[in-house]
């Protein structure tokens, strides 16, 4: 059975920073691309920042030279450092895998929420 298990979100003031990690169990977790998405109330989802198997990342816009994603793949977990927080990053937070090519896979942890707020 797939899990990814988010922690690390929580209420923030804004300049401030958290870590998100997400582990993931159930997979094989080195060969797929993992991903942080987020979505705000009233918000559709978004991709906020991704990392491929072989490390290569991307970022949306508005997190860059902010945020920063990193994975271990001797630990299945992928985290995302958050710094310089502002009130428009508050959102739940979801990790994602996804794994391409013939056999594609697509799989989602709870969300975990995340609040900048003084």
């Known amino acids: 059975q797939v899990q990814l298990v988010e922690s690390g979100g929580g209420l923030v003031q804004p300049g401030g920073s958290l870590r998100l990690s997400c582990a993931a169990s159930?997979?094989?977790?080195?060969?797929?691309?993992m991903g942080w998405y987020r979505q705000a109330p009233g918000k559709r989802r978004e991709l906020v920042a991704g990392?491929?198997?072989?490390?290569?990342?991307n970022y949306v816009d508005s997190v860059k030279g902010r945020f920063t994603i990193s994975r271990d793949n001797a630990k299945n977990t992928v985290y995302l450092q958050m710094n310089s927080l502002k009130p428009e990053d508050t959102a739940v937070y979801y990790c994602?895998?996804?794994?391409?090519?013939?056999?594609?896979?697509?799989?989602w942890g709870q969300g975990t929420q995340v609040t900048v707020s003084s």
């Open positions: 994602n895998a996804k794994r391409f090519g013939k056999i594609r896979r697509d799989y």
């Open positions: 159930g997979i094989d977790f080195s060969i797929y691309t």
């Open positions: 990392i491929s198997s072989d490390d290569i990342t």
